[in-house]
């Protein structure tokens, strides 16, 4: 995933394992995860979640949202999330079709983000919240 200018000028890479929150993705070794502080929380930006190798330590969903009250039928899309969440990558291609959107977003290229979650918010998609 790339950052724009704006946005990867928050972000650094870490030079150490110190740090207690982990932006990880499909690269994360097991070895890497055992050098993290106890108490680190790992965040997925990617699409599977990384195998939980700690107990003394925290693991976010990978990227997703709950799904519309209006759905019905819906359990789970991903048997690592809860009832009635779904990926982003599902929501997207759901938003993709309500809004008749046609562009692709593949690899590096990302549609305008704030369209998206605008559009998210309006058709009934909710942030997932994570329980401690």
Request: glycine share 6%.
């Amino acid at each position: 995933m790339k950052l724009n200018t704006k946005l990867g000028g928050k972000l650094a890479l870490s030079k150490n394992y110190a740090h207690k929150i982990w932006l990880v993705g499909d690269g994360l070794t097991e070895e890497e995860q055992l050098k993290a502080p106890k108490g680190t929380l790992f965040i997925p930006f990617s699409q599977f979640p990384p195998k939980r190798m700690r107990k003394d330590c925290f693991y976010h969903t990978t990227p997703a949202m709950m799904s519309p009250t209006s759905f019905e039928n819906i359990d789970s899309c991903e048997n690592w999330l809860p009832r009635r969440a779904m990926s982003a990558w599902r929501v997207a291609g759901i938003l993709h079709a309500l809004e008749g959107w046609n562009v692709h977003e593949c690899g590096h290229t990302i549609f305008d983000i704030e369209k998206i979650w605008e559009a998210s918010l309006q058709h009934g998609f909710r942030p997932l919240m994570i329980s401690p």
